[in-house]
Structure formats: structure tokens, C-alpha cells
Nanobody, 126 residues
């Protein structure tokens, strides 16, 4: 079992930056693909970014490419999402998720992630 706890959300003006963190319990964190997803009010949860188990490969949604960076520190059991040049449309609850089976070809699909955090709110004002 893996428990995920997100932090770092908050209120920021458009053009600003935030860094989200996701701390994981369990000794096998370093073997999991990790992803970030977000859900805005009235919308479905959507893929934001994913990182392979060793951090060697990343992928991003087109809407955040060039502005967001996903990274991980397996020694600290933590995955990060650096968000720059934030826009009002980035406002959402952000969730981290873990895929213990490393189904990288489907890393943008929320259905492959078995473990989810409780989410952290990000609000970008215009």
C-alpha cells in the first residue's frame, strides 16, 4: 500500500509560480511511475504530467508543456511539479498518483494509477 500526500498549493497571480510536492510512504516508491492530474470545477480529471520510475522519461499534457516540470527524488520518496507562467485556466485541484506496474505507454490515462493523494488546491487569479 502506498499513501500519497500533496502540498504546496495556494493562491497565485497569473504569471506566477508554484511548486507542488507529493510525499509517498512505502519503500517501493522508487519503482513506480508517478503522475500529476488536475480537476477543475465541473470538469473531468485530466492528465498533467508523468515521470518514469527512475526519472529518466517524462511526458506532459500539451496545455502545460514548456511551463510545468515534473521531477522526483527517490531518496526522499517525493515527486514535484514546478509550475511557471501560471494562467487562470490552471486553477484546479491537483492530484498525484502512483502506478506500481509502470504502464508507461498509458501514463496519461488515470485508470492505470492505483494510488491517489487527497489533492491540493491551486488558484490562479487574473
Amino acid at each position: 500500500q502506498v499513501q500519497l500526500v500533496e502540498s504546496g498549493g495556494g493562491l497565485v497571480q497569473a504569471g506566477g509560480s508554484l511548486r507542488l510536492s507529493c510525499a509517498a510512504s512505502g519503500r517501493t516508491f522508487g519503482s513506480y511511475t508517478m503522475g500529476w492530474f488536475r480537476q477543475a470545477p465541473g470538469k473531468e480529471r485530466e492528465f498533467v504530467a508523468a515521470i518514469s520510475w527512475n526519472g529518466g522519461v517524462t511526458r506532459y499534457a500539451d496545455s502545460v508543456k514548456g511551463r510545468f516540470t515534473i521531477s522526483r527524488d527517490n531518496a526522499k520518496n517525493t515527486v514535484y511539479l514546478q509550475m511557471n507562467s501560471l494562467k487562470p485556466e490552471d486553477t484546479a485541484v491537483y492530484y498525484c498518483a502512483a502506478d506500481r506496474l509502470n504502464r508507461w505507454s498509458r501514463s496519461g490515462d488515470l485508470d492505470v494509477y492505483e494510488y491517489w493523494g487527497q489533492g491540493t488546491q491551486v488558484t490562479v487569479s487574473s
